[in-house]
């Protein structure tokens, strides 16, 4: 970073009061299992809001896109702010549907912590799965909030068993439900005069800390309440014991308990050297009135002020030029902002969703793989696809796991899901103005050549006007090992006046073949191919640059025509969990969507499954599921090879 101005010692609160601790929190859960709901009782509790919204009635303080008010999901995490005793608690509402896991993991890299809702009625549920082992994964410390226990069919006990199942049986509960299932439902708090739950919480602490252990042991001792409070804040900070709390978000029954187990167990951020350089993540991104980027950022270390010049990495940078502080009841205008604090900061318009300010010192989330779907767009009105194609260039721009491309007319984006593309159309129409319609929505795939071809353009062929002369030989090679490039022509013939070196040369055609490769006969990047070089020449007067250039282009894509290409299709590898009763109509399910079961175990009830799937069918398959587990199934897929496609496009 090289600031415009070294920032500002922070100096010490002259009254004397204790500083404040931050406490930034992650809310999440499957898709209607009141997460949403819950942010909004936290905030009217911790005083922040002085009315309950409602996600039916569109009037959440988090979901504030009127597409979220209108589908009645959360879209784009969103932030806010409330305060209990001598802690800020900034809570970050993130997406639950699978289209904007992106979101959601992008997200899970500011967090200290996160609750983790669970409906008392529906239970655990496929979302939720992923949800908490995408927070194991990442050592963020969870709470688990057992919603709707006044709902008709809640059964806390028995979604308490379903989480020590499927999710962890490193559970503490810290609350007992009275009347589960009625309006008069209540979650009454355990504390040590309950003989039972001092039992039950010292059995699971005493995996984790010796001195519970010792205590549990030992005939002539016994684990007080004090020493199993102190050893779960550890634990739960640690990550290996989960707290389990109960209540009502519509009702706020449970929820000032919820607060203070917060406040007490939850790590608020090490104070680093606040005078230092800042060190921040930029987690979201939006668009002022006035089409400037707002960036929400968590900051690390340091503090940022205004008017510092910040490094964004790659070559780009920005000036301060706005600071907004999320404090109870909004944002407020402030200098500066320190480190642990969530803030939209403005005038850093090369910023991108992920990008780090300053030097990248702490962890950040898990890489996400790249969108797996492409659609086709074009503009209702033909007069306006210029504009639809610079509206996707900046939401690409922002967001760098969309991608885009021209294509004949029309602009090809690559996403996660249906949802997400529908969103997107409607983001396009609100805050664009452009109607859009998509066509040919698909698999990402990419083409391999399927023989060897040679190709050559020579000075002075009929209809090659440019002063350079090159042969190349195009080959197939091993799945997935990308392109490679060979230079056999003499030493002799290669313009080392323009290159300077064998290796200046190479690495130059390198660059060049991007655009050949980009688009090959059915429209998809080539790869897994070798280029050699067989023949090189040039006059006396030496090629300029651009003329290797464009004769690479035209040599190569007439190898690659002659040699033919094959449309390969994503394929991945998944991990499905179902009850064991459910196995026959599962693999029926997978046999109809093409996957190929490699592997499976069964324990507890629950069987494995391990194989792979063509990604086109993912969706299709996780949609079948629901049935064919009865709602109980949990698919998870990654990338993992391209074979060629049983159709293309």
Known sequence: ?????????????????????????????HVD?????????????????????????GTTRTDTMSLERQRGITIRAAVATFASGDVDVT????????????????????LDGAVLVVSAVEGVQAQTIV??????????????????????????????????????????????????????????????????????????????????????????RSADEPLLRSSLAEATRSGAVHPVLCGS??????????????????????????????????????????????????????????????????????????????????????????????????GLDDARIGD??????????SSMPAPGLEARMVAADPQQQADLHRALAELADIDPLIAVRPDRGATRVRLYGVVQQEVLVDTLASEYGIEVEVHSAGVVCVERPARAAEAAARMGDPGHLLGYSLGVLVEPTAPGSGVDLVVSAPLLTLPMHVYGTPQGYRSALLGYLAAPLTEGLHGWPVTDLRVTVQESGYPPAGPRAVEVRRTVELVVRAAIRRAGTIVCEPVDR????????TLSGVFGLLGRHGAVPETSRTAGGIATILGTVPAAEVDALRTGLHTAAHGEGVLETAPDHYAPARRTR
Do not use: Y
């Open 249 to 346: 978000a519509r009702t706020g029954e449970g929820v000032e308990h919820l607060i203070g187990t917060i406040t007490e167990i939850l790590p608020a951020p090490t104070a680093a050297d606040d005078a230092g350089p800042a060190v921040a993540q930029v987690f979201k991104i939006e668009r002022s009135p006035a089409a400037q980027r707002v960036c929400t950022i968590r900051m690390r270390e340091g503090t940022l002020c205004l008017r510092d010049r910040v490094d964004l990495g790659t070559d780009r940078a920005g000036t301060v030029t706005g600071i907004e502080v999320f404090a109870p009841g909004g944002t407020v205008r402030r200098e500066m902002v320190a480190a642990g604090q969530v803030a939209r900061v403005r």
């Open 91 to 110: 809570v970050i509402d993130t997406p639950g549907h699978p289209d904007f896991i992106a979101e959601v993991d992008r997200s899970l890299a500011v």
């Open 33 to 57: 299992a009141g997460k949403t709901s819950l942010t909004e009782a936290l905030l009217l509790r911790g005083g922040a809001i002085d009315r309950l919204g409602r996600v039916d009635d």
């Open 574 to 581: 998944f991990e499905l969990e179902t009850p064991d009763t």
């Open 1 to 29: 970073m090289n600031p415009a101005h070294e920032p500002a010692p922070v100096r010490p609160d002259p009254s004397g009061a204790a500083p404040r601790r931050r406490v930034n929190l992650g809310i999440l859960a």
């Open 131 to 220: 949800l908490f082992r995408a927070l194991r994964r990442l050592g963020v410390p969870t709470i688990l909030f057992l919603n709707k226990i006044d709902r008709s069919g809640a059964a806390p006990e028995r979604v308490l068993a379903a989480i020590a199942g499927r999710l962890t049986p490193a559970l503490v509960p810290l609350a007992r439900v009275r009347d589960p299932g009625t309006p008069g439902a209540a979650a009454e708090p355990c504390t040590g005069a309950d003989a039972d739950w001092i039992e039950q919480a010292t059995a699971v602490l005493a995996e984790h800390d010796e001195s519970v252990l010792e205590a549990w042991v030992d005939p002539a």
């Open 356 to 365: 780090w300010i300053g030097a990248r010192r702490s962890p950040a989330a």
